[in-house]
């Protein structure tokens, strides 16, 4: 929708199953992170790790959701395939 922090502040409350995005600075999405995990979400980059802030891709959605969604996100973006933007 142009916002990501909109987004992820869409999936904390329902609204969104599940959001990802890649090519984002860590002020798009701290604090859309803290709505995730304090709404009990899971927030993560694409492989599932919480590097998400300094390398720019993440993935968000409920605990249940979440993982399935870190498949699919891998199946399509390799580690090597993408450069991480701030290193």
């Known amino acids: 929708m142009g916002s990501a922090a909109l987004d992820l502040a869409y999936v904390a409350a329902g609204r969104f ?3 990802w ?3 984002l600075n860590p ?3 701290a604090a859309g992170s803290i ?3 304090e709404a009990g979400g899971h927030i993560s980059d694409f492989w599932g790790k919480t590097s ?3 390398g720019g891709y993440v993935a968000a ?3 249940q959701i979440h993982p399935t969604m870190i498949q699919i996100i891998q199946q399509h973006f390799k580690s090597d395939q993408i450069s ?3 290193g």
């Open 35 to 37: 709505m995730i995990e």
């Open 17 to 19: 199953d599940g959001f």
């Open 52 to 54: 998400y802030l300094t």
């Open 21 to 23: 995005e890649l090519g």
């Open 27 to 29: 002020w798009d999405m």
């Open 61 to 63: 959605a409920n605990k």
């Open 84 to 86: 991480n933007k701030f």
